[in-house]
């Protein structure tokens, strides 16, 4: 069963613009990580945020996540073409299961 | 490192035949997981291995699947009798540690289809 849910399922912007995604889960986590994938790539490790942290940088990417609302967003700035991807959040399986528990993804499209 | 490479990255197979996919984790990896990818279904977990010993196999649709890892470096997926449901893309994925607190590196993924 799918732990988190990305909003909104597709998104399109211009180029420059910046983009928010969001992730919601269930039940307590300890982590919460997001992950992009190209059209015909494997998943790639974005970012990973503790359950103790409010937010966290990498480069262009904003990750926030409140565990009140047992949600996260992710902000990618200025856009690039090549930031067009899926994006997942994953957080934990249950019951300290040794495994991530992938979202249906955000279809991300950055027009030029 | 090379990253996790899978093999094949496209099979395509007739109904009834057997398939094997083929993975090699990064060294040093203890965890390796096997996820397939749908569009009705997204990413589903199969089974993940720890220090090569099958942890949770709740994943696997049913007994036509089945995986190994007799080494560190190695591990199979195998569908016997494939089925046209079947086709997806298979990936393979390790993490240094519990994969809940550090990320996946996964492969680039075996497209199988099933006709």
């Known amino acids: 069963s799918q732990q988190g849910e990305e909003d909104p399922q597709a998104l399109s912007i211009q180029e420059g613009e910046n983009a928010t995604m969001n992730c919601s889960y269930k039940?307590?986590?300890?982590?919460l990580q997001w992950y992009r994938q190209n059209s015909g790539r494997g998943l790639v490790h974005l970012i990973l945020i503790r359950s103790n942290e409010r937010e966290k940088h990498s480069g262009r990417l904003r990750v926030t996540l409140d565990t009140s609302k047992k949600s996260s967003s992710l902000l990618i700035t200025a856009s690039r073409a090549a930031d067009t991807a899926s994006y997942f959040c994953a957080t934990p399986g249950p019951q300290g299961a040794q495994k991530l528990v992938f979202g249906q993804g955000t279809r991300l499209t950055i027009n030029p | 490192d090379a990253g996790v490479i899978q093999s094949p990255r496209h099979e395509v197979t007739e109904m009834g035949q057997e398939v094997t996919l083929r993975c090699k984790p990064i060294?040093?990896?203890?965890?390796l997981f096997w996820y397939r990818q749908t569009m009705m279904r997204g990413l589903e977990l199969l089974i993940y291995f720890n220090n090569n010993v099958p942890i949770d196999d709740s994943g696997m649709p049913e007994d036509r699947f089945s995986a190994k890892m007799p080494n560190a470096s190695f591990s199979t997926l195998k569908i016997q009798p494939s089925e046209p449901r079947d086709s997806a893309v298979y990936f393979c994925?390790?993490?240094?540690?519990?994969?809940?607190?550090?990320?996946?590196?996964f492969g680039s993924g075996t497209r199988l289809t099933v006709v």
């Open positions: 060294s040093g990896h203890d965890y």
């Open positions: 994925a390790s993490s240094p540690r519990t994969g809940r607190d550090y990320g996946y590196t």
């Open positions: 039940t307590s986590i300890n982590n």
